[in-house]
């Protein structure tokens, strides 16, 4: 059967061989809700606007505040009413603010800055703590301790930087866009206050780039030319702006440009979707072109190129190298398993049944060794039905894998095989038909059982 038998299913020799030994070797949408929303950001308007009249926000940035202020309320008000309605481009562009953006800061930050034994706190969920509710005391002593030595010693940059994060998990924004401000003066090199000011200023405009943040993320890649933040933000800014074809193809370079293992990748992909959608684009063949190859795809890329002879011998020694460390040092039952699929891969059924008999001296009740060891021991196809042969030795374990694992339909097909074979047809159909319960009916394995089963009638 597809998939199952000795012959189909392998795909090419190296790269079947490479997939196994490698990785070895190395809308809230209630009224209720809209009406909040309403409420909310018309707080956020007046807010903004004392900001300006207090000077904590320059004009330019308080007109694109403002412009995304005043468009997310007319959504939120078009919410409240009972007709559905298509959210603008804006409004979506700036889901990526909460989806990727505070999460892609958050990594590099953390990277760079983190503190793994304090909790996590995100700053959406400290609202409470905005309000004023009470911090652990400890936090709030240290704080203050670090604003009172930088009120007599005001010339420490760390200083300054460290005051500015507290200040800024604790939600106090303007006292935290001061201390970063103040550590720049400083410090004008140290991207980490660069990074920290452009991610409280982000927060008080509500997730807008404003100009100044695109200034300091110019400054940010400047500093540090492998931090992801400026070109993800310069794509942020694009959307923004309603040019997604722009923010698309600065997403794309980034995914193209990154290492495969890159903590950020994920982050960015669902900007990609977004953006695509926007033009009504598919994303998948975007972020195919931007992938970068793992280091095993790199080498099974290599080992495909190579002239047939070469190709084998090298394949050979890679699984020849994998059992001598396993008999020298031993190995999971993970690692005897594929030894034996390689072995079968290759056409060495002793030497695949001896290392999947390994596999199961380890763990007599895994499905996967005795799956592996059981389709080993089947023979060729015999005449005239083209069926292979199942022994009575692969048929008990055929039988314990259907135990231990009922779910699984692979079982099943040489169970029914060998029901037919002894002459039981309605076993086998029952049999067969428990597979046919497993497959996606688009399947080819699936036509297959199917055509046996009609034989049968």
Do not use: C
Request: avoid cysteine.
């Amino acid at each position: 059967m597809s998939g199952w038998s000795l012959l189909a299913g392998l795909g090419p020799l190296a790269i079947a061989v490479l997939a196994l030994v490698l990785p070895l070797l190395r809308r809230r949408t209630a009224d209720a809700a809209a009406d909040s929303a309403v409420a909310i950001l018309k707080d956020q308007l007046a807010e903004l606007g004392r900001d300006v009249e207090r000077g904590l926000l320059q004009p330019e940035e308080a007109r694109a505040a403002r412009v995304e202020i005043e468009r997310r309320l007319l959504r939120a008000a078009d919410r409240a009413t009972p007709h559905a309605f298509e959210a603008g481009r804006i409004g979506r562009a700036l889901v990526l603010v909460a989806l990727v953006a505070v999460p892609l800061g958050a990594t590099a930050l953390y990277l760079r800055l983190g503190s793994p034994s304090l909790p996590d706190r995100p700053f959406a969920s400290r609202a409470d703590e905005r309000q004023g509710p009470a911090v652990p005391e400890q936090i709030l002593t240290m704080v203050a301790s670090l604003e009172a030595r930088l009120a007599t010693d005001g010339d420490d940059p760390e200083g300054w930087l460290m005051l500015g994060r507290s200040r800024f998990v604790l939600g106090r924004l303007e006292p935290a866009i001061e201390a970063y401000r103040r550590a720049l003066e400083l410090a004008p090199e140290q991207a980490e206050a660069v990074a920290g000011l452009a991610d409280a200023l982000m927060a008080r405009s509500q997730g807008v780039v404003t100009p100044e943040v695109q200034a300091l993320m110019r400054r940010l890649a400047a500093l540090a030319p492998g931090d992801p933040r400026p070109p993800y933000f310069q794509g942020l800014a694009a959307a923004q702006a309603g040019d997604f074809n722009a923010a698309l193809e600065q997403w794309r370079a980034m995914l193209e440009a990154a290492p495969a293992d890159a903590p950020w990748r994920a982050q960015v992909e669902p900007s990609i979707r977004q953006a695509a959608a926007e033009l009504g684009l598919d994303p998948e063949p975007i972020l195919a072109l931007a992938r970068t190859p793992t280091a095993e795809e790199d080498a099974a890329a290599a080992m495909a190129a190579l002239p047939p002879e070469e190709r084998q011998a090298r394949i050979r020694a890679m699984v020849d190298g994998l059992q001598s460390r396993l008999e020298t040092s031993g190995g999971s039952v993970d690692e005897w398993q594929r030894l034996g699929q390689a072995r079968l891969v290759l056409g060495e059924r002793d030497a695949a049944i001896a290392a999947y008999r390994e596999a199961l001296a380890q763990a007599p009740d895994n499905p996967a060794a005795l799956k592996g060891l059981a389709a080993a021991l089947v023979d060729g196809p015999a005449e005239p039905d083209g069926l292979p042969v199942v022994g009575d030795e692969a048929l008990a374990l055929f039988e314990q894998a259907a135990t231990v694992a009922p779910d699984d339909p692979e079982p099943h097909w040489y169970l029914g095989i060998r029901a037919l074979a002894d002459g039981n047809p309605a076993t086998a159909r029952e049999h067969w038909e428990t597979v046919l319960a497993g497959l996606d009916p688009t399947s080819p394995d699936w036509a297959t059982v199917r055509a046996r089963l009609d034989q049968l009638d």
